[in-house]
């Protein structure tokens, strides 16, 4: 074993979701081991315990899972179970941890952000509940990484990762374990999967896209089970620079698929996932279903899938996420929690059976099966409805806003802001928030405004400045929060929402829907101004 000695490196606080910088960060001498030193440092069940670990397959991937294995080694876990080629999906890693009542597990990602040598690198530390991090963990991993003097390591040669099998290091056990089986025998386990294969038989067409990112093997995997077309699959091969892109499931990034779903005769069912798998997006022909409206068609469909035919407890949203699902609830007579964006926050409703399912507007969705959200689950969950309700996604989502109405909702990301302009911009609204009620703006007047803050109703922990939000009487409003997983600058999210009840037009443009939102938002901050941009970066 050796000891080495080290010095802290300033900003190793994980974000929304674990610790996220640029290659060339990450692959500064000490860099990684540090922050894996400070997790075992703040972790004692590790010692001795069992690691699930691997990740999305992004550049520097293969080098830092042989680097966590010395170190795993060195500080005396037990065993460390590796996906094959050092692959595992998020969504896999969490399965994994709660299959094999695991320590905890490691995930290497920087989820939808750029891979490659120039692109982003990420690490993620999952609970032994198999979800992220609760915050009083990673504010203790944070701290440690600020006093670290040295970290554990063994003199040792790589593990071949190219072969499922076991072997040691020192007295560490070692597992290289096929990456998707365990995932797939679970779908198999929630839904009916004959049911869905009917569906292809009968000549559904699939587009799925996996952007060349980790979902591409499990999506092969699945998708040959189902008897779907091989050429459903686009994109499938896992790539370290994700192929160039950004594998973020958006109308952006994902345009090769908005493209043939929009083209004449496109396929009847479209979706993508991103860089570690636990993102979606659903689109039927001509139609994209924003992911605010996705979770609230699956909890209102979700008795037609077999895991969840006996109904659901309760649902959860993220803040900003569209109050759609929050109408479903109501009419479930089920409660619906308001959590800070980032999934952790969901980990301790999941935990005590207060949830079932749960989401949040950028393109996560999945339920108590794992604590993680699940890009490939939430597919499923569509195909299952479609293929139990015998409709297409459009008729699925026009039934549902004819039933509930529909939430017209858009987020505009401001990236790579200037950091101190951003943060001017939250000053300048959080200094009127408390004069903003009843003054109007265009048709609007404001009903409240505040600093969402969120108590936990399991361990009354509680979260502060989790984002700005102005809430209208018509119902409508507007969020604005930072980013807490972008790399360049700052990047402002403004979240926008505006309901039409089921008796109004609900088949407007998007935009033109919400320019009166829009328009208030800048008037009332004048952001625009102060970061210096007339448009947004991405509209999703
Ligand atoms: C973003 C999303 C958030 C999600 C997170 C991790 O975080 O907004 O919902 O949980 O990525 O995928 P943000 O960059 O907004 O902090
Ligand atoms: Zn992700």
């Known amino acids: 074993m050796k000891k080495i ?31 894996v030193q400070a997790i075992f440092d703040s972790v004692p ?17 293969d080098i830092a899972i042989q680097t966590i294995l010395r170190m795993a080694a060195a500080n005396g876990a037990a065993r460390v179970m590796v996906g094959k080629n050092g692959i595992l999906s998020t969504p896999a890693i969490s399965a994994l941890i709660r299959k094999h009542k695991a320590a905890g597990g490691i995930i290497l990602s920087a989820s939808h952000n750029p891979g490659g040598i120039n692109g982003d690198f990420g690490i993620k530390f999952n609970s032994a509940n198999g979800g992220p991090a609760a915050e009083i963990i990673t504010d203790k991993i944070y701290a440690r990484t600020q006093n670290i003097t040295q970290y554990f390591s ?12 076991f072997s040691n290091m020192s007295s560490m056990d070692i597992e290289i374990i096929d990456s998707t089986a365990h995932y797939s025998e679970m779908m198999e386990g929630l839904f009916d999967f004959d049911a869905i294969s009917g569906l292809f038989n009968a000549g559904l067409s699939l587009c799925f896209d996996a952007m060349h990112a980790v979902t591409g093997p499990y999506a092969l995997d699945i998708f040959a089970r189902l008897g779907a077309s091989k050429d459903s699959l686009i994109n499938a091969v896992p790539l370290p620079d994700f192929g160039g892109g950004h594998p973020d499931p958006n109308p952006v990034y994902a345009a090769e698929l908005f493209t043939r779903m929009f083209a004449p005769n496109g396929p009847d069912f479209g979706a993508a996932s991103d860089g570690d798998g636990d993102r979606n997006i659903v689109l039927g022909r001509d139609i994209y279903v924003s992911p605010s409206d996705s979770i609230a068609v699956l909890a209102a469909n979700a008795h037609l899938v077999p895991a969840y035919k006996d109904g ?4 959860a949203r993220s803040m900003p996420t569209s109050r759609a699902l929050d109408k479903v609830a109501e009419k479930l007579a089920i409660p619906c929690y308001e959590t800070p964006t980032g999934w952790k926050f969901f980990g301790n409703l999941l935990d005590a059976g207060r949830i079932t399912l749960c989401g949040e507007e950028s393109a996560g969705a999945s339920s108590n099966h794992i604590r993680e959200k699940d890009g490939l689950w939430a597919v499923l969950m569509w195909l299952n409805i479609m293929a139990a309700r015998e409709q297409s996604v459009s008729r699925i989502l026009q039934d549902h806003w004819q039933t509930y109405g529909r939430h ?22 959080e200094s009127l928030l408390p004069a903003l009620p009843e003054q109007i703006f265009g ?3 404001v009903l409240s405004a505040d600093n969402f803050a969120y108590t936990d109703p399991i361990d009354k922990s509680v979260s502060k400045n ?13 969020v604005m929060r930072l980013s807490g997983t972008g790399t360049v600058g700052a990047t402002l999210r403004l979240y926008l929402e ?13 935009q033109a829907a919400l320019s009166g939102i829009i328009s208030a938002a800048d008037e009332i901050t004048g952001f625009k101004t102060i970061i210096e941009r007339s448009a947004p970066s991405t509209i999703s």
């Open 5 to 35: 000695s080290t010095t802290p490196f300033q900003g190793q606080k994980p974000g929304t979701s674990g610790l996220r910088k640029t290659v060339s960060i990450f692959t500064q001498a000490h860099y990684l081991e540090n922050f």
């Open 45 to 61: 069940a590790l010692k001795d315990g069992v690691i699930i670990l691997g990740g999305d397959g992004r550049y520097y991937n």
């Open 154 to 165: 063994l003199d040792t040669l790589p593990i071949d990762l190219t072969k499922c099998g």
């Open 312 to 315: 659901l407890k309760g649902l």
């Open 408 to 429: 017209y909702y858009s987020r505009h990301d401001y990236e790579a802001v200037e950091t101190q302009k951003a943060k001017t911009v939250m000053q300048k609204l």
């Open 443 to 445: 048709t609007e007047t």
């Open 466 to 478: 989790q984002g700005l939000r102005v809430i209208f009487k018509s119902g409508s409003r507007f």
């Open 498 to 510: 505006r309901y039409e009840p089921a008796s109004g037009d609900l088949s407007q443009d998007v």
